[in-house]
């Protein structure tokens, strides 16, 4: 069983920062990649950033481009989302995924490449 656990949520008010981390535990297994995806209320869960392990490429949805930062430690764990000149649109719960599936030369910006989900942590803007 693999665990993955979200923390670094919480109330920032427009325009502040926050840094999600992602800790994976349990099962040793082979990450392809990690990403983080948000679900507003009302509304479907939605892409926000990847990286994969191979080479550390890095993805992001166009609505965070240039205001957040996916990165990793040199060991893999955690995985970090550093979020820039937040906004009450970025309101929602975030969640960590990770990828034991390898997909070519995909961005792993959809939610079937994943095997391995968090519970999610809010982050509330408020404006």
């Known amino acids: 069983q693999v665990q993955l656990v979200e923390s670094g949520g919480g109330l920032v008010q427009a325009g502040g920062s926050l840094r999600l981390s992602c800790a994976a535990s349990?099962?040793?297994?082979?990450?392809?990649?990690t990403g983080w995806f948000r679900q507003a209320p009302g509304k479907e869960r939605e892409f926000v950033a990847s990286?994969?392990?191979?080479?550390?490429?890095?993805h992001y949805a166009d609505s965070v481009k240039g205001r957040f930062t996916i990165s990793r430690d040199n060991a893999k764990n955690p995985v970090f989302l550093q979020m820039n000149n937040l906004k009450p649109e970025d309101t929602a719960v975030y969640y960590c995924?990770?990828?034991?599936?390898?997909?070519?030369?995909?961005?792993?910006?959809?939610?079937?490449?994943?095997?391995?989900w968090g519970q999610g942590t809010q982050v509330t803007v408020s404006s």
């Open positions: 995924a990770a990828s034991g599936s390898y997909y070519g030369g995909s961005v792993y910006s959809l939610g079937y490449e994943y095997d391995y």
């Open positions: 349990g099962r040793t297994f082979r990450s392809y990649a």
């Open positions: 990286i994969r392990w191979s080479g550390g490429n890095t």
